[in-house]
């Protein structure tokens, strides 16, 4: 079976944006450009405003001033959304332990009643084949391991055929074997769908194997952009702090 495929890849281009609650400044003057078809890499730590940029994409917050645009539109408009179709994938999976896996994928489609069972039943076993869950189809989402889990949720996201697909710290929580593997994976349905990749992280293995570009955000202002081979090679104090933290050593403890 083929795998889905989206439509035209959009960009994302994020001007000069600002985002206060109350005193807390917590975006302040984000810019950066992703192109169509890239895998773009934010990192950052936590706190750093990660999230809330993110929340801005999906259209979860509005600008206090500048703009995040979704292609040319805006997306804080709830029209954005519909012509230009997105998916997420969510921290912890957002999946429904109450439902199978396959039940877990055949949701959007029923949901909004696209397509028959039929149709979409050959979605679904187009998305689990691709991802190699087919043997997971009957199962819970609890009954799955921490990177299978991520499968699903990345199956269920590429099932709605996305131009851009946005992942939120997809590493985290796991070991470093399954990041990895969940980073070939980024970059595997990249491949075969053709969407955009916008992904949040702070994990700093992350960016070397898949990403096109990179930014690193730190207390809500892009302290750099560009490839992930000049982003390891910076000398820039912030990033050099965050890609090579140094280890506090403590005397062991005479007993």
């Known amino acids: 079976m083929e795998t889905p495929t989206a439509q035209s890849p959009a960009s994302i281009s994020v001007r000069d944006?600002?985002?206060?609650?109350?005193?807390?400044?917590?975006?302040?003057?984000?810019?950066?450009?992703?192109k169509p078809?890239?895998?773009f890499v934010l990192m950052g730590p936590s706190g750093s405003g990660k999230s809330v940029l993110l929340r801005h994409l999906i259209g979860l917050e509005k600008a206090d001033s500048g703009s995040a645009l979704i292609g040319d539109l805006d997306a804080s408009d709830p029209q954005t959304h519909q012509k230009i179709s997105s998916g997420i994938v969510f921290q912890s999976g957002a999946l429904f332990n109450s439902m199978s896996v396959y039940d877990n994928l055949a949701l959007y489609h029923r949901e909004h009643r696209l397509l028959n069972e039929a149709q979409i039943r050959v979605k679904v076993e187009n998305a689990m084949e691709s991802l190699d869950l087919q043997d997971a189809a009957k199962k819970i989402p609890a009954e799955l391991s921490g990177g299978m889990r991520k499968r699903v949720a990345v199956a269920r996201a590429i099932i709605m055929e996305p131009q851009i697909i946005l992942y939120d710290e997809p590493t985290s929580e796991l070991d470093p074997l399954t990041s990895a593997t969940v980073s070939e994976l980024i970059a595997d349905v990249r491949d075969r769908t053709g969407?955009?990749?916008?992904?949040?992280?702070?994990?700093?293995?992350?960016?070397?194997?898949?990403?096109?570009?990179?930014?690193?955000?730190?207390a809500g202002e892009i302290v750099f952009k560009g490839s992930p081979e000049e982003l390891h090679a910076s000398t820039?104090?912030?990033v050099a702090a965050f890609m090579h933290p140094k280890i506090k050593k403590h005397p062991l403890k005479n007993t």
């Open 195 to 218: 969407a955009t990749s916008f992904v949040v992280t702070h994990d700093r293995d992350l960016t070397a194997g898949i990403a096109d570009h990179t930014a690193l955000l730190i």
């Open 236 to 238: 820039h104090p912030e």
């Open 37 to 39: 078809g890239e895998i």
């Open 17 to 34: 944006l600002h985002k206060a609650y109350g005193t807390q400044l917590v975006l302040k003057g984000v810019s950066l450009e992703v």
